[in-house]
């Protein structure tokens, strides 16, 4: 091992370590019974509430602030962490790596800690150049990462080169040997330019070089995150299938491995959810191969994806009001930012709502909610029925 690799933290989130974890915080008071889900059959308990990095400008007094909130979330009991390889200009990576050392530094097991990037938009390292095409002809296409043919929005690149090169640009700026899951981020923002078919192919060998990661241990599990193709109703063109995502994963395990029989590690989907955004829950879109239509949240369930939300808070709207039934049902709960967090994670189906959080002060809503165990279903349900 180099010496650049060998001052990577080993290890990876692992069924003793979380369930370990996840009993000293509820025994300690930091969580309440219920706020850690089980990831599938791998018996991982990861906390329902995660920290996510994307907001805030790209400055240093940012990043250490980022670091603070990252450390401090996971030494109190929140152990999902996710960033993304574009997220302010790329500096979120290295925030979030300077927190996950100082966590364990304080005695936070590595494999306690469910450390999670994505890839696919441009990262554009030191801010936006003012010469975007010149840009990309250099660090890009004589890079041999991608074409200009392969770039949709003209900021997302979805090439097994581009995409291997932000796993291990996350790998290396978070400072761990192994990610805990990668994601592609927005597949579906190319099915307007190339159209679904295509797109689909362009995964397919992002898919493979995933599977090859995780082989080579850069990797656990992947998956996809989001905007509009789970949600969507099946005829739009955006509309992305969980279960067809399943297939491509199963396909890519098989080519990697040349054995049939061979299982995917596709195993982690995100979408939006939120009080005003509930299409994961209440839009019943995904044929599953398993005789019936279900919800994305129900597909997830029956296909075995852990299921996370993005945009909790709905940009930050939801931290200053809630719904109606929200706002009366959860009224013991200290805010709206509270409300809207525990709304998230009493979902059925949902295993962990993120929280882009960029200031230590936002973190105390997320502590102070998973001190409260979340809703029973039949009380979250009648919320949907009074609204």
Known sequence: MDSAASALLPGYANAKATQAYAQAHVEA????????????????????????????????????RIAAVVAEALIKGINVIDTGAHYRYGRSLAAVGAGIRAAAAQGVPREAMFLMSKGGFLTLRGGMPADLPAWFEREIVTAGLGTRDDLAKGAHLLTPAYINYQLE??????????????????????IPEIGKEATHRKLAAVFEMLERAVQ???????????????????????????????????????????????????????????????????????????????????????????????HTLFKGHLADQS?????????????????????????????????????????????????????????????????
């Open 169 to 190: 640009l996350s790998r290396h700026l978070m400072g761990v040997e192994t990610l805990d899951a990668f994601l592609v981020d927005q597949p579906e923002v190319h």
């Open 29 to 64: 008071g930091d969580a309440a019974e219920g706020h850690y889900s089980d990831f599938m059959r791998a018996r991982m308990r990861l906390s329902s509430l995660g920290v996510g990095s994307f907001g805030g400008g790209a400055e240093p007094a940012v990043d250490a």
């Open 216 to 310: 080579e241990k850069r990797l656990r599990v992947y998956g996809i995150s989001t905007f509009e193709g789970l949600r969507v109703e099946t005829d739009s063109p955006m509309f992305e299938s969980l279960t067809a995502m399943v297939g491509l994963a199963e396909r890519a395990a098989q080519q990697v491995t040349g054995d049939a029989r061979a299982r995917h590690h596709f195993k982690i989907a995100m979408l939006p959810f939120n009080q005003v955004m509930s299409e994961g829950f209440t839009r019943f879109n995904t044929a599953t191969g398993q005789g019936n239509v279900a919800s994305p949240l129900q597909a997830a369930y029956q296909l075995e994806i852990y299921m996370m939300a993005s």
């Open 323 to 387: 719904v109606g039934p929200v706002a009366e049902r959860l009224a013991a709960l200290a805010n709206p930012a509270q409300r809207a967090m525990q709304f998230n994670r009493s979902t059925p189906g949902l295993g962990t709502a993120l929280i882009g959080i960029s200031s230590p002060d936002h973190l105390s809503d997320v502590l102070a909610t998973a001190r409260v165990s979340p809703m029973p279903r039949k009380d979250y349900l009648a919320m949907y029925q009074k609204a």
